[in-house]
């Protein structure tokens, strides 16, 4: 199945399009929902941002009738192997090694925290999107949402933090790389913080690509328009505290969807995170819940174009619960083409 947007032609031109103009329509595709209970299990503590709540809210708002046709799965455990294709022996055997007793929590940082439940919940994280990988290029599905935490992308190879324990994208596209002979893959990532842990490692290998919109200055520190990686393959588009839908429309439709364009991946991966939304309590950004259904069918161009149709999501950050239910909703009935 094809599908074909003006921006997708002509980058940059659909960015002005009223925010209330009908979306084109979309056929509809195959989509797979990969989660699991243990995700609920990794326990943060009171009060923390990162909470079971958060998937709670997206796993009820992809009930109902617009959402009879998503498969679901169960996310499998990711294997040591997938594992420490991106982070080495030691860090990963340290990580599955905190296993607190259940009325008890350990500080990994600052911000992250691991639980009697979290080593099963990451190992879940991450297979999940190593699961949504072998659905696409396995299988007749088109593309694939894991639901899951903890998130990944602030996790580098060998310093998990920021919430994150694996970087379950970049473990998603080493695993393309090696089970499935993918050369080129770009991830591209919307949440409010930048993908540090993900640059990382894209930033020193051309084969892949990584694109993120994120509030700068801001946490994590990184992020700035001149990273660029090893051979142009990185483009970062800071956004002031304060920007909106249009600043946002046109980072992607200027710089990054052109890029991704240029690169023209074998695979793509999104870094879904939902904390951009004007809601979100831990940012500033004032995105929409409709942004992230226009950059989400921008980027299903693309991979129409580039890859068969062939695309992999994993939920990150996202923070206000009624914001990243209705974003997330919005993400996933783009997917479906609904």
């Known amino acids: 199945m094809t599908r074909r947007t003006l921006a997708a032609r002509l980058p940059g031109v659909n960015r002005q399009m009223p925010r209330n103009a009908a979306p084109p329509k979309m056929p509809e595709m195959t989509t797979l ?3 699991h209970p243990a995700c609920l299990a990794h326990d943060t503590g009171e009060h923390h941002p990162e909470r079971a709540d958060r998937l709670r809210a997206i796993l009820a708002a992809l009930q109902g009738d617009a959402f009879a046709s998503l498969q679901r799965a169960e996310a499998p455990l990711a294997t040591i192997e997938q594992l420490t294709r991106v982070h080495p022996a030691g860090i990963v055997e340290a990580i599955l090694g905190v296993r607190p007793p259940p009325d008890e929590l350990v500080m990994i940082d600052a911000d992250t925290v691991m639980s009697a439940g979290s080593a099963e919940a990451a190992l879940r994280a991450a297979g999940a999107a190593v699961a949504a990988v072998d659905a696409v290029c396995g299988s007749p599905v088109d593309n694939a949402f894991a639901a899951v935490r903890p998130p990944g992308h602030h996790a580098t190879p060998t310093v998990p933090g920021g919430f994150c324990l694996f970087n379950n994208v970049v473990i998603a596209a080493r695993h393309a790389q090696a089970a499935h002979g993918v050369e080129r893959l770009a991830i591209v990532d919307f949440d409010v913080h930048h993908g540090n842990g993900t640059q990382a490692v894209a930033e020193i290998d051309p084969s892949l690509f990584f694109g993120s ?6 946490y994590p520190g990184t992020g700035s328009a001149r990273e660029r990686g090893i051979d142009g393959n990185v483009v970062n588009v800071p956004l002031a505290a304060g920007s909106g839908s249009d600043e946002f429309r046109m980072a992607w439709a ?3 969807l052109p890029a991704v364009d240029n690169f023209a991946p ?5 870094s879904a995170g939902f904390d951009a939304h004007r809601r979100d309590p831990l940012a500033q950004l004032r995105l929409e819940t409709e942004d992230y259904a226009w950059v989400s069918r921008e980027i299903l161009a693309l991979a129409d174009k580039h890859t068969g149709g062939k695309l992999v999501s994993s939920l990150e950050g996202g923070y206000d619960l009624e914001a990243l239910a209705d ?3 919005a993400h996933v009935r783009t997917l479906m083409g609904a």
């Open 266 to 270: 074998d695979l793509i991966i999104v």
């Open 254 to 256: 200027d710089r990054i």
């Open 327 to 329: 974003a997330t909703a």
């Open 33 to 35: 929902l990969l989660t």
């Open 213 to 218: 919109t994120h509030q700068y200055p801001f």
